[in-house]
């Protein structure tokens, strides 16, 4: 059975505040992500996560699920990745947003509040090591087993390896 704790903070950790504007949110969805494996972390509730990760984080264990443990073949290579999760226990139909729950409100997009409607988490994260089909990294705010959408390597340590192409040097 919940416990009264449990059930205020389902209340907190899903409630619409003062000013907040929920819309309906569509039913269908226009594309499918495949998640590619789980992210470990010492946080099992929202409300213990870090808003955002730092660089003296703890270290989180990024779990890469096959068929796709061979798609890291050359990520030791980099210093810093960028993680893309999906932030699962997020409502997803608010508009605008009271982040200190004091009445003033601000829109969805003006914010990187998890409550979105493709609620996509983004971190740029250190790597610490790779161990096997397994990344362990310092930098993230999610919580544990938040499922994993994407790894890249950090887009200013990154040079592209396909040849140039015409967009490449438009300007103005
Ligand atoms: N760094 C990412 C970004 O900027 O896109 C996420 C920032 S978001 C403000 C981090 C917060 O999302 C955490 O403090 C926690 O409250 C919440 N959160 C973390 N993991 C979540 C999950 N799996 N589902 C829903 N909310 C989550």
Redesign the pocket.
């Known amino acids: 059975m919940e416990s009264s704790r449990d059930g205020l903070a389902m209340v907190r950790l899903n409630e619409v505040r003062r000013n907040e504007v929920a819309v309906e949110a569509p039913q269908a969805f226009d594309a499918g992500l495949a998640f590619i494996g789980v992210i470990r972390t010492p ?1 099992t509730s ?2 213990d ?5 730092r660089d003296d984080g703890p270290i989180c264990r990024i779990e890469v699920s096959e068929p796709w443990v061979a798609a890291l073949d050359g990520i030791e290579a980099f210093e810093r990745i960028e993680v893309l ?6 409502r997803r139909d608010l508009v605008r947003q009271s982040p200190a729950n004091d009445g003033a409100t601000r829109g969805t997009f003006a914010l ?3 409550v979105r409607p493709n ?5 740029l994260v250190t790597l610490v090591r790779r161990e096997g089909p397994a990344l362990l990294v310092r930098g993230l ?3 544990d087993m ?1 499922p994993l959408i994407d790894l890249k390597p950090d887009r200013c340590l990154f040079t592209p390896l396909a040849p140039p192409q015409p967009g490449d040097f438009e300007t103005g």
């Open positions: 946080w929202r409300l996560c870090p808003r955002q990760g999760y999906w932030l699962h226990e997020s990187r509040s998890p609620p996509i988490g983004t971190a705010d999610c919580l938040t």
